[in-house]
């Protein structure tokens, strides 16, 4: 995640992007897509998301929105991505997936350095 650009105005609507590591085409799948789809929709009902125009791309998605309750904007983000990446990795494991093992070392790669380049 970026932190060059801050939300720290929950009353605002943003603009947001969210890529999938190395842009890779995660979203050409029915099941990833769902998983997008349902992650918004509980964040609509119980975080008091507001979506005005989201598309999803094959490698990214792109939505204007904000959050309306007392719920910080980069929370719902970190929140969001966090669950989101775990259902789509959980999926990548369950259901049938043709390049299974090349997904997974990708995201653990990507999870190794970011690892490295904030400390944790």
């Known amino acids: 995640m970026s932190f060059n650009y801050t939300a720290k105005d929950s009353d605002k609507a943003y603009f947001i992007t969210m890529t999938v590591v190395e842009w890779i085409d995660l979203f050409t799948r029915l099941n990833h897509k769902n998983t997008i789809i349902n992650s918004l929709k509980y964040c609509q009902q119980k975080k008091g998301l507001e979506i005005y125009a989201y598309v999803i791309m094959p490698s990214h998605i792109h939505m204007l929105c904000r959050v309306t309750e007392s719920y910080l904007f980069s929370d719902f ?44």
């Not at 259902?87 to 093992?101: F, T, V, Y």
């Open 77 to 120: 983000i970190r929140d969001f991505k966090r669950h989101t990446a775990k259902q789509l990795i959980q999926n990548i494991i369950e259901e049938p997936e043709s390049r299974r093992e090349w997904l997974l070392q990708k995201f653990k790669e990507a999870a190794l350095n970011a690892k490295k380049r904030t400390g944790i």
